[in-house]
């Protein structure tokens, strides 16, 4: 089958095209204006559209969107993220698998003006490229992508923003010369009308663990023109390929379909309405019988949380389709009489007309797994009247069992009023791309039910049970929080469900109006970084962190932080963690039975975790009343309670196999020997006293939050302990072994303790060290690359000169060890320059002589001095050490060598030409500001290399070279020299000097 039609050829007529293509900045005078459609580009000389795309990776669906009319990135990776000038993805997920599930998607929008039915879109997927399609940014800089972060470590940060990443663009369908537009329209001849549409994108995503497998997008569409927009339909067009990124013609497997509903989390029978149309890979690709890291086990979809009036009120279709370029092969389901394309086809919506069409036919199109059945007289779930399917039995087959799936959701219709009336309109749709994981869980399924077994795709019942067998949880639970963040559910009430509505269950409702907000992990705190060789110490201020209210669920739920450290920014570790020692408390709840079982059931309690100090207050007072019970632990905070008994919660820490006691089942329970001492339970049984008589008896265990590791060990100042003083809230950790020339990912990641109650759940929420990651080079900073000493002191005993151990130090930190106790002799400062070699070992009688010829310096240490002390007279001397002067690795470089881990650290680069351009050699411990030149031994000048960082960033003393000489071509093997010249003087072998002078060795 033929796959697509829009690339190849058509991408160098483009790039040819566009150096002679000029368009301008969109008019703003509208009175002015005599047609139809407000021009958006008129020709200026030079002028061209702003075309750019920026990948959301701060969760773990890294999604591209674009400001030229589609997202996703066709998988095509030369198209560079402008975050980070990186590759970008399409819809990869998890992020950095390489696992795919977009090709590309757009919004489509359909309209009558004039009585001519208008579309306007991105791309269809088929002929029209994105390149050419026809939605584009105003031009230059006019036309750019809006960067907005809520994140105050970002350099997006912005008050105004929603999500961790807020990507804003604004686009025009105004624009018609057919260098950037297939003008005319190559299907139906037409030429492209304008309906004068300015749309404005904005794309959110969240680092937090609720929102890491989606990306929410905000469509609003302003009539820019001089006519109505009448019988208006939005959609949402998708051409989601599923697979492994290295696999070969992966999208020929995949199957598209609609989940109306899920069973509701809390009681099954009572259905949630999602309404996500999707696209699953046909069998999540195993591999043999197990599935594997390039397996396509999850899911993708989208769902639709608002349109411009309410989603019952509006008429809502989905249309899937195969296209093909064989006429008998392009086919969808579609309800009789159907609709054929232009080149006779059912399926690929050629032109405007049939691309309105599918926005408005209101018809709800089968699961593809379905299309080998005959739905027009048999009614298997989606009603009847529909065409037959492919006459070819085994071109069906082929399209059920999966294929390159593509489908688009209308919804309409609705007017738009020009912005020159008054008020003008803005029709308005949001949606969530969502990933979901665990859909595939049975690598047998597929081939269990369905097979290579055309019969089976004619038997509803394996079909059924093939569907049945995956696992929509995950994304659903997704979809409902696309909704929720979308509009937070303010409201609780109860409503009937159930086959014969006998049943109810707690629903949450938001109030109508968009929110755009969802519980956040607790604010990132203030970091300071500063580095050493290979050494990086942490700093934090966390008072704003461990103080904050999180508004969605209106507690302060700070728990802990993590330092987790990537090498390439992907995969992380977690080198350090602190958190709150407190324990979640569940209970033992009596009017509740298992009937099955008569267990009375375990529930978490409505309190969040509550600390020692706070089950002591809460629980113990109670149980202390049973005057035959057992010391379980002493006081360990020595509060001196006035209880003797307090519970100690790392033993009462797991249900107990309990019967309900046959007493307490209707409470209050009056059975007054029911406080058990029994030490050998991992449960302990509390009476709490009911007012006017009797006792509630019950039993508790205590369910350690996170790891209970305790915040003082990485606090600046354990000993302040008062949350009114600042102090209290310093923290710091250092990271010491690292190789200083090899710059790591260092991310500190606060976390909450979630929501656990029986009627809410909310997992604990982790920033995502993507989110927040820093790149830092363990080098010595300027002043320690620049100034730094060995300490040479004479061993009196010994009668030799000896390094101080551990002592490389700059002239700040002599002057703070030394000067003070020299300083008693009148002189101000040591000058470490002067004092730098060995001298007579004899100590100045003086004591302490300003002899200025002396190389050792002659020093009191005076800690014994006053009444029967005696001072103790040293000699030292200050060398530049050699641990800071500049050096270059890998040297020699070997070309056979793999030094893929800092070269190539994300394995972007896998075409071995490619990698050419992705050598690295490597200099540290440069001056921030300084030249460097490569030579030939003949003195030719390879390359030169102008260093210019900021003195206080972690890599002001290092860059790199790829190997690549002055005309961009690859260094041949042999010994080069290299200069490093400064101004501000370099560490030598001599000492400080204007220029450094090493050799590099290349092999190959």
Same mark, same amino acid.
């Given at each position: 089958?033929?796959?697509r039609?829009?690339?190849?050829?058509v991408?160098?007529?483009?790039?040819?095209l566009?150096?002679?293509?000029?368009?301008?900045?969109?008019?703003?005078?509208v009175?002015?204006?005599s047609?139809t459609?407000?021009p958006a580009y008129?020709?200026s000389?030079?002028?061209?559209?702003?075309k750019?795309?920026?990948?959301?990776k701060v969760?773990?669906?890294?999604?591209?969107?674009t400001?030229?009319?589609?997202?996703g990135?066709?998988?095509?990776?030369n198209?560079?993220?402008?975050?980070?000038?990186g590759l970008?993805s399409?819809?990869?997920?998890p992020g950095?698998s390489?696992?795919e599930?977009?090709?590309q998607g757009a919004?489509w929008?359909g309209a009558?003006?004039g009585?001519?039915?208008?579309?306007?879109l991105?791309?269809d997927g088929?002929v029209?490229?994105?390149?050419?399609?026809e939605?584009?940014?105003?031009?230059?800089e006019?036309?750019a992508?809006?960067?907005?972060?809520i994140?105050?470590?970002?350099p997006?940060?912005?008050?105004?923003?929603v999500s961790?990443?807020?990507?804003?663009?604004v686009?025009?369908?105004?624009?018609t010369?057919p260098?950037?537009?297939?003008?005319p329209?190559p299907?139906d001849g037409?030429?492209?009308?304008p309906?004068?549409?300015k749309?404005?994108?904005?794309?959110?995503?969240?680092a937090?663990?609720w929102?890491?497998?989606?990306v929410?997008?905000?469509?609003?569409?302003?009539?820019?023109?001089r006519?109505?927009?009448?019988?208006?339909?939005?959609?949402?067009?998708a051409?989601p390929?599923v697979g492994?990124e290295?696999?070969p013609?992966?999208?020929?497997?995949?199957?598209?379909g609609?989940k109306v509903?899920?069973?509701n989390?809390?009681?099954a029978?009572?259905?949630?309405?999602i309404?996500?149309?999707?696209v699953q890979?046909q069998?999540?690709?195993p591999?043999?019988?197990?599935?594997r890291?390039?397996?396509?086990t999850?899911?993708?979809?989208i769902?639709?949380?608002r349109?411009?009036?309410?989603l019952?009120?509006?008429?809502?279709s989905f249309?899937?389709w195969?296209?093909?370029g064989?006429?008998?092969?392009?086919?969808g389901?579609?309800?009789?009489?159907?609709r054929?394309n232009f080149?006779?086809?059912?399926g690929q919506p050629?032109?405007?007309a049939?691309k309105?069409?599918?926005?408005?036919?209101?018809?709800?199109?089968y699961?593809?797994?379905?299309s080998?059945?005959?739905?027009?007289?048999?009614?298997?779930?989606?009603?009847?009247?529909?065409l037959p399917?492919?006459?070819?039995?085994?071109?069906a087959l082929d399209?059920?069992?999966?294929?390159?799936?593509?489908?688009?959701v209308?919804y309409g219709?609705?007017?738009?009023?020009?912005l020159?009336d008054?008020?003008g309109?803005t029709l308005?749709i949001?949606l969530?791309?969502?990933?979901g994981?665990?859909?595939?869980?049975?690598p047998?399924?597929?081939?269990?039910n369905?097979g290579?077994?055309?019969?089976?795709?004619?038997d509803?019942? &394996?079909?059924?049970r093939?569907?049945d067998? @995956? %696992?929509f949880?995950? $994304?659903? +639970?997704?979809?409902?929080w696309?909704?929720?963040?979308?509009d937070?559910?303010?409201?609780i009430?109860?409503?009937q469900?159930g086959?014969n509505?006998t049943?109810?269950?707690?629903?949450?409702?938001?109030?109508?109006v968009?929110?755009f907000?969802?519980?956040?992990?607790?604010?990132?705190?203030?970091?300071q970084?500063t580095?050493?060789?290979g050494?990086?110490v942490?700093?934090?201020f966390?008072?704003?962190?461990?103080?904050?209210?999180?508004?969605?669920?209106?507690?302060?739920?700070?728990?802990g932080y993590r330092?987790?450290?990537?090498?390439?920014?992907?995969?992380?570790?977690v080198?350090?963690?602190?958190d &709150?020692?407190d324990?979640?408390v569940?209970w @033992? %709840?009596?009017?509740? $039975?298992? +009937?099955a079982?008569?267990f009375a059931?375990?529930?978490?309690?409505e309190?969040?975790?509550?600390?020692?100090d706070?089950?002591?207050q809460?629980?113990?007072i109670?149980?202390d009343?049973c005057?035959n019970?057992?010391?379980?632990?002493?006081?360990p905070?020595?509060?001196?309670?006035?209880f003797?008994?307090?519970?100690?919660?790392?033993?009462?820490?797991a249900?107990t196999?309990?019967?309900?006691?046959?007493p307490c089942v209707?409470?209050?329970?009056?059975?007054?020997?029911?406080?058990?001492?029994?030490t050998t339970?991992?449960?302990?049984r509390v009476r709490?006293?009911v007012?006017?008589g009797?006792?509630?008896?019950t039993?508790?265990?205590?369910?350690?939050?996170?790891y209970?590791l305790?915040?003082?060990?990485?606090?600046?100042?354990?000993?302040?302990t008062d949350?009114?003083?600042?102090s209290?809230y310093?923290y710091q950790?250092k990271?010491?072994?690292l190789?200083?020339g090899?710059?790591?990912?260092l991310?500190l990641?606060p976390?909450?303790f979630?929501?656990l109650?029986?009627?809410?759940?909310?997992e604990?929420l982790?920033t995502?060290?993507?989110?927040?990651?820093q790149?830092v080079?363990?080098?010595?900073?300027?002043?320690s690359?620049?100034?730094?000493y060995?300490?040479?002191?004479?061993?009196?005993?010994?009668?030799?000169?000896?390094t101080v151990p551990?002592?490389v130090?700059?002239?700040?930190?002599i002057?703070?060890?030394?000067?003070?106790?020299?300083d008693?002799c009148?002189?101000?400062a040591?000058?470490?320059?002067?004092?730098?070699?060995?001298?007579?070992?004899?100590p100045?009688?003086?004591?302490?002589?300003p002899d200025t010829?002396?190389?050792?310096i002659?020093?009191r240490?005076c800690d014994?001095?006053?009444p029967?002390?005696n001072?103790?007279?040293s000699?030292?001397y200050?060398?530049p050490?050699?641990?800071?002067k500049i050096?270059?690795y890998?040297?020699p470089?070997?070309?056979d060598?793999?030094?893929s881990?800092f070269?190539n650290p994300n394995?972007?680069v896998?075409?071995?030409?490619?990698r050419?351009?992705?050598?690295?050699l490597n200099f540290i411990?440069l001056p921030?500001?300084?030249?460097?030149r490569?030579?030939?031994?003949d003195?030719?000048?390879?390359?030169e290399?102008?260093?210019?960082k900021?003195p206080n960033a972690s890599?002001?003393?290092?860059?790199?070279?790829n190997?690549?000489t002055r005309?961009?071509?690859?260094?041949?093997?042999g010994l080069?020299l290299y200069?490093v010249?400064s101004?501000?003087?370099?560490?030598?072998?001599?000492?400080l000097?204007s220029?450094?002078v090493g050799?590099i060795?290349?092999?190959?």
């Open positions: 089958m033929v796959r039609r829009i690339f190849g050829a991408l160098g007529g483009i790039l040819t566009w150096a002679g293509v000029v368009a301008a900045r969109m008019v703003k005078d009175t002015t204006q047609s459609v407000l008129k020709a000389g030079t002028c061209l559209p702003n750019d795309q920026c990948t959301h969760g773990r669906l890294w999604f591209t969107v400001n030229y009319g589609f997202f990135n066709q998988t095509n990776r198209l560079r993220d402008c975050i980070t000038g970008s399409s819809a990869e997920f950095g390489r696992v599930y977009l090709f919004l929008v009558v003006v009585g001519d039915t208008l579309l306007s991105g791309t088929w029209f490229d994105s390149e050419r399609g939605l584009h940014a105003d031009c230059e006019a036309g992508i809006i960067k907005r972060s994140n105050p470590n970002s997006f940060y912005h008050d105004s923003a961790d990443l807020d990507i804003i663009a686009m025009y369908d105004t624009l010369d260098g950037f537009v297939e003008n329209d299907q037409k030429p492209f009308k309906m004068g549409l749309i404005i994108q904005k794309s959110y995503s969240w937090a663990g929102g890491q497998d989606w929410m997008i905000d469509y609003s569409i302003v009539n820019l023109g006519k109505p927009l009448t019988s208006v339909y939005l959609g949402v067009f051409d390929d492994y290295f696999t013609n992966y999208f020929e497997d995949d199957l598209s609609f509903s899920v069973p989390e809390r009681l029978i009572c259905p949630d309405t309404n996500l149309a999707y890979d069998d999540g690709d591999g043999g019988n197990a599935y890291l390039t397996s396509t999850a899911v993708t979809g769902r639709v949380v349109a411009p009036v309410p019952n009120q509006v008429k809502t249309n899937h195969t296209p093909n064989t006429v008998s092969l392009d086919w389901p579609q309800k009789s009489p159907g054929k080149s006779g086809g059912l050629e032109g405007d049939m309105y069409y599918y926005l408005s036919n209101g018809e709800f199109d699961d593809q797994v379905w080998a059945l005959n739905h027009n007289s048999t009614d298997y779930g989606y009603g009847t009247g529909w399917p492919l006459s070819d039995a085994s071109a399209i059920a069992d999966g294929f390159d799936a593509r489908y688009v209308g219709p609705f007017n738009l009023l020009p020159v008054d008020p309109d308005k949001t969530g791309y969502i990933a994981q665990g859909f595939h869980r049975d047998a399924n597929f081939n269990a369905l290579a077994v055309p019969e089976n795709f004619r509803p019942d &394996k079909i059924a093939y569907q067998n @995956l %696992n949880q995950s $994304i659903a +639970t997704n979809a409902r696309v909704q929720r963040v979308f937070n559910e303010t409201f009430d109860t409503v469900c086959p509505l049943d109810s269950v707690e629903r949450r409702f938001g109030d109508g968009p929110d907000k969802g519980p956040q992990p607790p604010p990132a705190p203030i970091i970084i580095t050493n060789q050494e990086i942490l700093r934090w966390g008072k704003t962190t461990e103080q904050a209210v999180d508004d969605f669920t209106g507690l302060k739920d700070f728990e330092v987790q450290m990537s090498p390439n920014g992907q995969y992380w570790t080198v350090g963690s602190f &709150k020692v324990w979640k569940y @033992l %709840n009596t009017r509740k $039975i298992d +009937t079982n008569t059931t375990w529930q978490p309690s309190n969040p975790p509550l600390s020692w706070e089950i002591q809460r629980y113990a109670y149980w009343t005057d019970k057992v010391d379980s632990i002493s006081d905070l020595n509060k001196r309670y006035t003797n008994h307090p519970i100690d919660p790392d033993k009462f820490k249900p196999g309990v019967r309900s006691p046959t209707q409470w209050p329970c009056v059975d007054v020997t029911r406080c058990n001492p029994d339970k991992t449960a302990v709490f006293p007012v006017g009797g006792f509630v008896d039993m508790f265990y205590f369910a350690p939050v996170d209970n305790g915040l003082s060990q990485a606090k600046l100042y354990p000993a302040v949350p009114d003083n600042d209290s310093w950790f990271i010491s072994g190789y200083p090899q710059p790591v990912y991310a990641t976390f909450d979630g929501v109650t029986p009627t809410n759940q909310l604990p982790e995502t060290p993507t989110s927040a990651a790149l080079y363990p080098l010595p900073n300027e002043e690359r620049r100034y730094s060995a300490v040479f002191a004479y061993d009196l005993a010994g009668g030799t000169w000896r551990s002592a130090m700059n002239y700040s930190a002057q703070t060890t030394y000067a003070g106790l020299w008693t009148n002189v101000r040591i000058d470490p320059d002067k004092f730098n070699a060995a001298d007579n070992p004899a100045d009688p003086s004591r302490c002589s010829s002396r190389r050792a002659s020093i240490f014994a001095c006053g029967g002390g001072p103790v007279d000699l030292f200050f060398a050490s050699d641990t800071f050096s270059v890998p040297n470089y070997r070309v060598h793999d030094y881990h070269e394995n972007e896998r075409d071995q030409a490619a050419e351009l992705h050598r690295m411990n921030a500001k300084c030249v460097i490569i030579y030939t031994l003195g030719d000048l390879v390359q290399i102008r260093h210019d900021n890599d002001a003393g290092y860059e790199s070279w190997l690549l005309n961009a071509q690859a260094v041949t093997a080069y200069t010249q101004s501000q003087g370099v560490w030598t072998e001599d000492g000097k220029t450094h050799k060795v290349i092999l190959k």
